[in-house]
């Protein structure tokens, strides 16, 4: 196996998460003060062109690799797992407002608060951060060539990283209410597949 491609998208990745980490922060979030309103949707486009380059370098470095040839059975329980991602995608939607996420609502209504109240509700009841697993069961769902699994390796990393750095951020927002909602409820695995309660409906 010839490394240095792998090597190389890894560490676009790890610019993505860096890049991440750096414009999320305090410090950087206090120079983009000046852009008011437009500060989260500013945000937001300069992640989706660093993705795109990651996704787009990830592709000169090992699209024309071939794709893997997994028994059938293994391609099905892919396909049903990137199905069940979209789905749970789709269901956590509804439970976000996504205008806020996008920068779009602040645009509008600078006045709105910039966070939502905790959510405990919809696919809440059963995991803590639907998105992110979500992401986790779309991109091993969809691992089937050399740059789908070195995209499902790295991207998971990401995700598992950020987790830890959002639970920081919602214990910091919501204190003790989530401190108890973190207890109650696992992060990615819905709590029935763990044998606990999910929260009761609201």
Do not use: C
Not at 23 to 43: E, I, Q, V
Not at 134 to 144: D, E, K, S, T, V
Not at 148 to 164: E, H, M, N, P, V
């Amino acid at each position: 196996m010839d490394w240095v491609p792998h090597l190389a998208y890894a560490a676009l990745w790890a610019s993505f998460g860096l890049g991440h980490s750096l414009f999320a922060g305090r410090a950087m979030k206090a120079r983009m003060a000046a852009l008011g309103r437009w500060y989260r949707l500013t945000y937001n486009a300069m992640a989706a062109v660093h993705l795109a380059v990651v996704v787009a370098g990830g592709v000169w470095l090992l699209g024309d690799r071939p794709p893997f040839a997994p028994p059938w059975p293994l391609t099905a329980a892919q396909g049903v797992l990137a199905l069940a991602g979209l789905l749970l995608l789709a269901w956590a939607s509804r439970f976000y407002d996504m205008g806020r996420l996008a920068g779009l609502r602040q645009i509008r209504d600078p006045d709105a608060p910039e966070s939502e109240p905790l959510r405990l509700d919809g696919p809440h009841r059963f995991l803590r951060h639907p998105f992110y697993a979500a992401g986790l069961m779309l991109f091993w769902g969809l691992a089937q060539s050399p740059l789908g699994l070195a995209t499902a390796l790295w991207g998971s990393l990401y995700f598992l990283i950020g987790s830890r750095v959002e639970e920081r951020r919602l214990l910091a927002l919501y204190g003790g209410a989530y401190a108890d909602y973190r207890r109650r409820i696992p992060g990615f695995i819905p709590a029935p597949l763990l044998g606990r309660r999910p929260l009761p409906p609201a």
